[in-house]
Structures are given as C-alpha cells and as structure tokens.
C-alpha cells in the first residue's frame, strides 16, 4: 500500500516561486478575526435566550423525572437490562411523570426528553450525545454552563448545560468511580480513560475555581493514515516518501508539537512503515495508539491508586520493554525522566525507535529533553547531555497547530551530530505560510529546504533511493538564507 511512496513518488508540484515570497506580519495574523465571534443583532440575542428558557425549562423537566427514575428503577439492573426495555420503563415513567407535572410538550420535545434520560441513566447525561457525534474531536467543560467542543480544528462552545455543579459532579464520579478512582476535595485531580478509550482528565473544586474542568479528547477509531494526512495536507507525498525512508531504515524519529497539534496522529501514522514481521513495544500513559502490524506489544503506565500504592511509571515499563526483546520502542509521550532510558535504548541498539515530545521547534525539543534529563536529578555536563541526545536521535518531525485550526507538518530536522557544545541539525522539508484571506485561512505550501539528506548514504544501503529532486526541485530559498 505504502509502496507507492517507496519506488516512485509523484513529481512535487509546488507553486510558481514568484508567487510566495509574501511573508506575512504578525498584526495581519492578529487582525484576521476568528469567525462566530461576529456582534450579534438584538433579534439573534432575543431568540437566543428564547431558546435558553426552554433549554432550561426542559432541564428541569428532565432533573425532576430522573429523580422519580432513580426511585422506581431497579438501578442493578440497568447495566444488564436490553436497551429495548430500559427505553419502554424510561418511556412509561416519564409520560406518567409529566402528566403529573401537568407541562405539556411537543412531540419534538418528547423525544428529546426520552433521549436524555437514557442518556443520565444509561450514560454520561449531557455530554454523551458529544462522545456519540463523530465530528467531535475535543469536549472541554468549564463548570456547568460552558461546554466547547472541537469540530474541524476548530473551537465551538454548545447549547449543553449542565443542570448545576452537583449535576457536573454527578457525572464526573459516574467516569472516575467506573474505573476505580476517586476524585474530591482531599485529591481534585484525575485522569482516567473512558469505556470507548476516549482520554478523560477532570479537575474539581476548591483547586477549579469556576466549577468543575473536564476535558475530554475523544478516541477515534479509525485513525488518520497518511493517505488521509496528505489528503488533508498535514504534509505532502515527497515528505512521506522520506518520512517512509527514515522510518524503514530505522531512524530514531521524535515527533515534536504543541498540545493537541496532532503528535498522536502523526506518531500513529508513520507506525503504519513499520515492517510487518518486526516486534513493536509501545508505551503510553493512556493507550491511543492503534498499530496495524500483528506483533505489537502494548503497555499502559497507572497512577498510584488511593493509598498512593501501585504506581507504575513509563520509565518502568521502559526498563521492562528492554528486557522484551523488542525491535522497536515506542513511547506515546516522553515528558519525565523515562527520557534518559529512552535515549538509551536508541543508543543501544533499538534503533527505529519513536516518541513525541511537547516542544515548539525542533530545537525547543532538544533543550525539553535537556530539561528533563536535568530534572530528573542525573548530574550530566551539558554537551555530554547533549551529546547523547545528538547521538541518540536522528530525526525531529515538527506538527503544529495552526492558527486557523490546521493542523500540519511545520518542519522535518534531521539531527547531524554535534560542533562544538551546540547540537547541530539541518532543515529538509518545511511548511511555508504564503498569505491568511480574509477568513483568516492560512495559505502555505510544503517545500524541501534544498539541503541534501545526511542520510541519503544510508538510505540507499537500505534500498530507499530517493531521487535527489526530492530535497531540491523548486526550493524557495536559497541555502544560504537558512545557515
Ligand atoms: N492533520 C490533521 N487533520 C485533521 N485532524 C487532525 C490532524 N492531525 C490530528 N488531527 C486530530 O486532532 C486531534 C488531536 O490529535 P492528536 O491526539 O494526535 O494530538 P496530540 O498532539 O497528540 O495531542 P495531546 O497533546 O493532547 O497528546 C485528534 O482528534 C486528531 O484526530
Ligand atoms: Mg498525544
């Protein structure tokens, strides 16, 4: 499938050079106005809080016939009662429930209010009609009334509200207390995967000021192969055909970003030129990470449960995956002091290995992995720090997420070795921003630096011939303007 890339890429277009010498200002960038955040007219802000009114106004409905549902059902019962019959009880309670209330609603609004009930008993009440919308990436709640969500790289807050902070509560515990966990004053944080795999992290009062933080990053099942990538131009077909390379003749690969910038997905994706008869070991703090190949090992880190006991650390797990005989290591996220073992195990022999890491440029992940072997309280001088890290990683592929909500490929550094105390790296493929419309679109396209591969040499042992256009056809600037 990914052969295509191997034997003969598609010849690189890029656009005419004349065209893309614009550079734009950082007060442009500022000026383009995110959309939705346009003034709103008196009739738009009357019918808003219209439609507020009745949302509310079906809340209570809804919080008072889940009282009377807590009441008659028998709650042991509802993880192993047929969907079928759980929705006729609900339906029968709460038509008996409104007619006592003596509201009257639309058929529409029955509907709805049938749905939501299923949804508080059966599920995560409010938000469970986000987890089931597949366009939804992010949901993050800020208290009770604020719940945003991410669709398309962008930014939305929703209708959903939450009855009030005990209702917020509710659902919390219902996540944390399904996995073993608890979350309250004396210990307000927590961590935890939903049953769908989706990544949870709640954060409640006194240390959340305005009422409980959720944030949930939703797992997608079918993960974004390169195909898609390109397709949604996170990078284009000469940058995978190297990125193929690299990871084919097994360069230990740090793929570097912000938060949310597309790391996993990235990671992910370049697992996919991983051969198919290699042994692969993959360590993460939450497994997200979905392997096409037949002979993976997964491994997922835990948190100290209550009595602070039973903690096992990605380091742990690290050391352990060395004595797994694994070809290859992948670590989800470096971010403590694992790092050391992981530069170890791609200095000793598990070369091929990948991680990603939270920097913003390629240099800025070298100086994080600095940071955390420091912090990890090895005393280390700082050029044999660095020399490690120059010797242990070949390759930095930088994601970011755009101010407009794209996500791409900004840059693919490759690690020379070092001069002097500095770690020494060359650019080979960046992203470059061309102009922002007025939508505050960002326009750019992928180019090759024009600096020839260091590892050309061993890509061809390798039988990975790139064709030397690769890294030159239509470079845009000159060499000298990157020294
Ligand atoms: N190029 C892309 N185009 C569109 N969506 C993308 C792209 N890359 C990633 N995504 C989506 O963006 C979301 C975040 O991606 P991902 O989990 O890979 O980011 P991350 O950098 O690992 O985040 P975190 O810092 O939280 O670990 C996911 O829902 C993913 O499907
Ligand atoms: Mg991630």
Request: charged share 30%; glycine share 8%; net charge negative.
């Amino acid at each position: 499938m990914f052969g295509r890339y191997k034997s003969k890429p598609d010849p690189i277009t890029l656009e005419d050079p004349a065209k893309v010498e614009l550079t734009l200002e950082p007060e442009v960038i500022h000026k383009a106005r995110p959309k939705g955040l346009d003034e709103k007219t008196p009739e738009q802000l009357e019918a808003e809080a219209k439609e507020l009114k009745r949302q509310e106004r079906l809340m209570n409905i809804r919080m008072d016939i889940h009282k009377r549902l807590l009441e008659t059902l028998n709650l042991s019962a509802i993880d192993t009662a047929a969907e079928a019959d759980l929705r006729r009880e609900i339906g029968a309670i709460t038509r008996e429930g409104v007619h006592e209330m003596g509201v009257v609603l639309s058929a529409v609004e029955q509907k709805q209010l049938l749905q939501d009930l299923m949804d508080e008993v059966t599920g995560l009440g409010p938000i469970e009609v986000l987890l089931r919308d597949e366009t939804v990436n992010d949901i993050l709640i800020n208290g009770p009334f604020q719940v945003f969500v991410e669709r398309f790289g962008k930014l939305e807050l929703t209708k959903i509200r939450f009855k009030d902070e005990r209702h917020l509560l509710r659902i919390i515990d219902k996540i944390v207390s399904a996995v073993g966990r608890r979350v309250d004053e004396s210990h307000p944080y927590v961590d935890a995967r939903l049953e769908d795999g989706s990544r949870f992290n709640a954060m409640v009062p006194p240390c959340a000021v305005d009422g409980a933080l959720v944030s949930i990053r939703k797992f997608s099942k079918e993960k974004l192969s390169i195909e898609e990538l390109i397709e949604f131009g996170a990078f284009n077909e000469a940058m995978a055909t190297y990125l193929q390379a690299a990871v084919a003749t097994r360069l230990n690969i740090v793929v570097s970003g912000g938060t949310g910038s597309g790391k996993t997905t990235t990671l992910n994706a370049l697992s996919g030129f991983i051969g198919a008869r290699e042994r692969i070991v993959t360590i993460e703090d939450t497994a997200e990470l979905q392997l096409q190949q037949i002979h993976v090992g997964r491994m997922e880190s835990r948190p100290p449960n209550v009595e602070g006991k039973g903690e096992v650390s990605q380091r742990d797990l690290l050391r352990n995956a060395l004595r797994m005989r694994p070809d290859r290591i992948i670590v989800g996220e470096t971010r403590g002091d694992e790092v050391i073992d992981m530069l170890q195990a791609m200095n000793t022999g598990h070369d091929g290995s990948m991680t990603t890491i939270h920097a913003n440029s390629a240099r800025d992940s070298v100086a994080r992995m600095e940071n955390m072997i420091s912090m990890s309280g090895i005393e280390m001088p700082l050029k044999a720090m660095r020399g490690q890290i120059a010797s242990a990683v070949n390759l930095i592929v930088q994601v970011s997420r755009l101010t407009d909500g794209s996500r791409r490929m900004v840059s693919i550094t490759e690690i020379t070795g070092m001069e002097g105390e500095i770690v020494s790296m060359q650019e080979i493929f960046k992203f470059q921003r061309d102009y922002i419309d007025d939508e505050g679109k960002i326009h750019g396209h992928f180019t090759p630096t024009g600096l020839r591969s260091a590892f050309a040499e061993r890509f061809k042992q390798w039988g990975y011939e790139l064709p030397m256009t690769l890294f030159t056809e239509k470079t845009v600037y000159s060499t000298a303007d990157e020294a």
